[in-house]
């Protein structure tokens, strides 16, 4: 069983920053997993923002390139996402996922981002 915890959110300013970070725990061999974040806005859909594979490429949703990197510490089995020059916009659930090379994918519950104009 693989649990994935998210921490780090929390109220700022817009233009403001936060570092979140995801933990990894239970059976798993955190290096092999591609893992990425995704954030649900109110009445929205879940939407993709930032992704690292299991050899470190990263991709990024159009609307946080340059403000928000995607990071991994697999000895630490945590990724990161350190999001800066914040926009109201960016409120939200975030959600972190692991994605195993057969497919298999965990998600966390997510922690609450809100960025005050």
């Known amino acids: 069983q693989v649990q994935l915890v998210e921490s780090g959110g929390g109220l700022v300013q817009a233009g403001g920053s936060l570092r979140l970070s995801c933990a990894a725990s239970?059976?798993?061999?955190?290096?092999?997993?591609?893992m990425g974040w995704y954030r649900q806005a109110p009445g929205k859909q879940r939407e993709s923002v930032a992704a690292?594979?299991?050899?470190?490429?990263?991709n990024y949703a159009e609307s946080v390139k340059g403000r928000f990197t995607i990071s991994r510490d697999n000895a630490k089995n945590t990724v990161y996402l350190q999001m800066n020059s914040l926009k109201p916009e960016d409120t939200g659930d975030y959600y972190c996922r692991g994605q195993r090379p057969n497919g298999m994918a965990y998600w966390g519950k997510g922690t609450l981002v809100t960025v005050s104009s």
């Open positions: 690292i594979s299991s050899g470190g490429s990263t």
């Open positions: 239970g059976s798993i061999m955190f290096s092999i997993y591609a």
